[in-house]
Every structure is written in C-alpha cells, then in structure tokens.
C-alpha cells in the first residue's frame, strides 16, 4: 500500500502539468520549488509555515519572471530566422 501511495505522489505533479502552458508550469515548479526551499530554511530559523509561505512568493516571481526572459529569447530567435531568411 505504501508504495501506491508513494507512485501517485511521484506520478500526480507529471500528469497535472501535462496540459498546462509553460508560463503555468514555471509558474507552479516555481512556487514548489520556493516552497520547498522555504521550508526547510524556516524550518532551521524556527517557523516552517512562514518559510514556506515567503519561499512559494520568492518562487511564484522568480517562475514568472524565468517565463518572460524565455518568451523574450523565443521572439528574437524567431525575429533573427525571420530576417535570415529574408536576406536570402
């Protein structure tokens, strides 16, 4: 039983992603991975609560943010094979 439990847990965050945007999916990864961070470093100041609370805001951001300069290099590449292919 216990390793179903331990399947699903493992297997559960691939399938939600699974028709997500990728701005959605930076996003969550983001804010999990903040989470997570943020826990364990309030957890050693004494309050894992707020530590994961302040980690997932931290990490919100810093996915988003990550989306947009990736949005930003997608949109050059295509601009720069555009003009590539216009020169020719």
Do not use: Y
């Not at 309050?47 to 949109?75: C, E, I, K, P």
């Amino acid at each position: 039983m216990k390793k179903h439990l331990i399947l699903g847990a493992l297997t559960l965050p691939v399938i939600a992603c699974a028709d997500m945007t990728p701005t959605q999916q930076r996003a969550v990864s983001g804010t999990a991975i903040g989470a997570g961070g943020g826990a364990v470093l309030g957890a050693i100041g004494g309050n894992a609560g707020l530590g994961a609370a302040a980690g997932a805001g931290a990490g919100l951001l810093g996915g988003l943010l990550f989306d947009q300069s990736r949005q930003a290099q997608d949109r050059a590449f295509q601009q720069g094979v555009a003009a590539g292919r216009a020169g020719q």
